[in-house]
């Protein structure tokens, strides 16, 4: 198991960005393919990025192409989501979450969120109009 912490939500103004950061702990953390997610208010959790174990693919969702960009860092265990440009329906909770473990190296991270197992507890990202 790993367990993963966000953090970097906040309030910020139409336009504007934000840098989530994900924290993970436990088992070696490049052995997980990352995802974001959100939740809207009354929505269901839709898929926002992913990246390989090894950061060299990544996958967006169409609404945020361009303008959100996933990162990681495995030295330091952590993965990145820097969002420019946030508009106000992005408001949501924004989840990092990792895969079961063990796919390939350089595959396409997947955009389900069934195949992701391990779950942070989310951050809050309000933007305001």
């Known amino acids: 198991q790993v367990q993963l912490v966000e953090s970097g939500g906040g309030l910020v103004q139409a336009g504007g960005s934000l840098r989530l950061s994900c924290a993970a702990s436990?088992?070696?953390?490049?052995?997980?393919?990352m995802g974001w997610f959100r939740q809207a208010l009354r929505k269901e959790r839709e898929f926002v990025s992913a990246?390989?174990?090894?950061?060299?693919?990544?996958v967006y969702a169409d609404s945020v192409k361009g303008r959100f960009t996933i990162s990681r860092d495995n030295t330091r265990n952590t993965v990145y989501l820097q969002m420019n440009t946030l508009k106000p329906e992005e408001t949501a909770v924004y989840y990092c979450a990792a895969d079961g473990a063990g796919s390939p190296w350089y595959a396409q991270p997947s955009e389900e969120s069934r195949e992701y197992k391990n779950w942070g507890q989310g951050t809050q990202v309000t933007v305001s109009s």
């Open positions: 436990g088992r070696t953390f490049s052995d997980y393919a």
């Open positions: 990246i390989s174990r090894s950061g060299g693919k990544t």
